[in-house]
């Protein structure tokens, strides 16, 4: 029974380890593996105790703690603790208190303890992804090594259609292979100018010039 304002020994206990960095100097290493033995030992001659459960502590505090207190037994104390732990065992495998502890001690070892369970992975979330940047979004691709520019490519399509484009009013080209209208466009550009009528005075007169 705990008194009002006490503290229950197991908190008090705790406690006193979260308080070991500063009772570093005042404590030693060996005073608390003593303090754990005590408790150990308790364990070592309560009923109620099996192998399974004696192979987690002896785990638990380690082997030197564990064996220094098996071995302080006494004769009686190793025989009712082997006995507990192995109820059909044979007087005479226990006869003395060095027999009894490795009796137990074999027990201990056969005994497979589960495998402490992996700690989970925090799994790392994938970084977002980047913003768009609005003004690199804006500004087109630059043009390709065998593409030209827009303003290229414009230009050179406008000089295309100046060219394609023809004067109405050129003359058009006259070919020998044109057929009987450039043969008659020839005729006529080549002819002489026509004669005068038959009736004109003036060139029916002969010239008297001396």
């Known amino acids: 029974m705990i008194a009002d304002g006490g503290v229950p020994g ?8 979260g308080l070991q960095t500063q009772l570093e100097g005042a404590v030693t ?3 608390w593996s003593a303090a754990a033995g005590m408790i150990v030992k308790k364990l ?10 004696l192979a987690i502590i002896k785990a638990a505090v380690g082997e030197e703690i564990f064996i220094a207190q098996l071995k302080s037994l006494t004769h009686h104390q190793a025989r009712q603790l082997a006995r507990r732990l192995d109820k059909r065992v044979p007087d005479f495998e226990v006869s003395t208190a060095s027999a009894a502890v490795a009796h137990a001690r074999k027990l201990l070892s056969a005994v497979t303890l589960p495998e402490p369970l992996p700690e989970p992975r925090q799994e790392i979330e994938p970084p977002p992804p980047p913003l768009p940047d609005p003004v690199s979004h804006d500004v087109p691709p630059p043009p390709a090594e065998n593409e030209a520019a827009p303003e ?6 406008t000089e295309e259609t100046t060219e394609e484009k023809k004067d109405p009013w050129a003359r058009p080209s006259v070919s020998l292979s044109d057929g009987p209208e450039a043969e008659k466009e020839t005729t006529d550009t080549d002819s002489s100018p026509p004669p005068p009528p038959a009736g ?10 001396t």
Not at 10 to 17: E, I, K, N
Not at 152 to 157: K, R
Not at 200 to 209: H, I, M, P, V
């Open 200 to 209: 004109s005075s003036y060139f029916g007169r002969r010239s008297f010039r």
């Open 152 to 157: 290229e490519a414009e230009a050179d399509a």
């Open 44 to 53: 070592l001659l309560s009923a109620g105790q099996t192998p399974d459960s």
């Open 10 to 17: 197991a908190d008090a206990l705790r406690a006193l380890l």
């Open 29 to 31: 290493d060996k005073e």
